[in-house]
């Protein structure tokens, strides 16, 4: 009982993260009017929240584990917050590039920190069970951001809804101040050991690729969902933000206790992967071309589930992956890593396909990078025990 607090301040500290990528698309309409953006240049706006981790996430998280995890999941919040700050009070396009890019380095501080500080909040079964829900902080928390993003621009701007996205991470890092820093000792190794050992073992950077391919996917698919929904079936922005947000939450921690579930019961999960991550290209291809919200809400239900089975199933694995003798820190940086630069590069790359073939081009394009992200889950050998 003594983990379920830490657990719930750490996995709060990580929604806050999440929706700093969420935010994004219910203003992207205010954004681009205001700033003249193309979607191009918008997608880069969605796509820099992970900026600072496509750099140097690995040695970070080795770093991190060094200094203290307990001072990196602070250090972030306070980033956060400055980055919010000066993306919220931009009068010129640099100044959101760099508010985002000040966000990006504390949402890689969090998400490297909080869950490794996980690690160490008691038996191995409640890490495997603390690491599953983690797995949802990426949708959920997007759901969250996009959610809330929308309520407020709609009726106090797009400013106020930058800054009431970040505010939450206030509630959730206080507690954590009283909270013992996690011991550091088993990371007193060199960095390039730590880095070098992640980097040699296949099933780690397996499960990295698969979930880099997974993560900026959906992280263009979430940027742009808002308004596809808006242009295509023509509804208003509260109403699509509220389908989003529904199916994403509710539909996401079913898929995350499903994984659990069935990983508790020996199912590989691999085998998870093969079967969520085609099941996910299928619905948001279907997503992309309903004609109707009714059958956008079932498509959206059928791909959420699968989110929730996929995250869940690639965070589950790295605390297995760990036991062999790797560290935990460096194995969440390097899939941090690896999931941020590609949510620098697809968004927008889903831009451009956008502009120049409209969003049935953006259907195809989503579906088949979630099928070359099963191709990365399907490598010898077995990504998990």
């Not at 992967?273 to 279907?286: F, T």
């Amino acid at each position: 009982m003594r983990a379920v607090f830490p657990i719930i301040f750490l996995y709060g500290a990580g929604l806050c993260a999440s929706m700093q990528v969420g935010l994004i698309g219910p203003i992207a309409t205010l954004l681009r009017a205001q700033f003249d953006l193309s979607q191009a240049q918008f997608g880069l706006v969605a796509s820099l929240i992970t900026a600072a981790g496509a750099i140097c996430a690995i040695p970070a998280g080795v770093w991190a584990a060094r200094l203290g995890l307990k001072q990196s999941v602070l250090a972030g919040g306070a980033m956060m917050l400055v980055g919010a700050v000066v993306f919220a009070q931009a009068d010129r396009i640099g100044f959101l590039y760099g508010g985002r890019f000040l966000t990006s380095i504390g949402y890689l501080l969090i998400v490297v920190g909080a869950p490794s500080w996980m690690t160490h909040l008691g038996s191995p079964r409640v890490v495997a069970l603390a690491m599953g829900i983690w797995g949802t902080f990426v949708p959920v928390g997007i759901a969250l951001g996009t959610w809330l993003s929308a309520a407020l621009s709609s009726y106090f701007g797009w400013q106020i809804a930058v800054l009431g996205c970040v505010a939450p991470v206030l509630v959730f890092l206080a507690p954590l101040v009283w909270m013992k820093n996690p011991p550091c000792d088993e990371f007193n190794r060199p960095l390039t050991r730590s880095i070098g050992a992640v980097l040699r073992n296949r099933n780690a950077v397996s499960v990295a690729l698969t979930f880099a391919l997974f993560a900026g996917t959906t992280s263009a698919t979430v940027a742009f969902m808002p308004a596809m929904l808006m242009d295509c079936l023509h509804v208003s922005l509260a109403v699509a933000a509220t389908a989003i947000g529904i199916t994403t939450i509710c539909f996401n921690l079913i898929g995350s206790l499903a994984g659990g579930f069935f990983l508790g019961r020996g199912v590989p999960g691999r085998t998870l992967l093969l079967w969520a991550l085609p099941a996910m290209a299928l619905s948001i291809a279907l997503v992309y071309q309903a004609s109707s919200l009714a059958m956008a809400v079932i498509f959206l239900a059928s791909f959420n589930t699968g989110q929730g089975i996929v995250a869940g199933t690639c965070f589950a694995i790295l605390p297995r992956i760990a036991q062999i003798g790797l560290p935990m820190p460096a194995l969440q940086g390097m899939l941090a890593q690896f999931a941020e630069i590609s949510v620098v590069i697809i968004p927008p790359v889903a831009g451009l396909i956008i502009d120049d073939f409209a969003w049935s081009g953006a259907a195809l394009a989503f579906a088949g990078f979630y099928l070359l992200a099963m191709i990365f889950a399907n490598r010898r050998p077995r990504i998990a025990p």
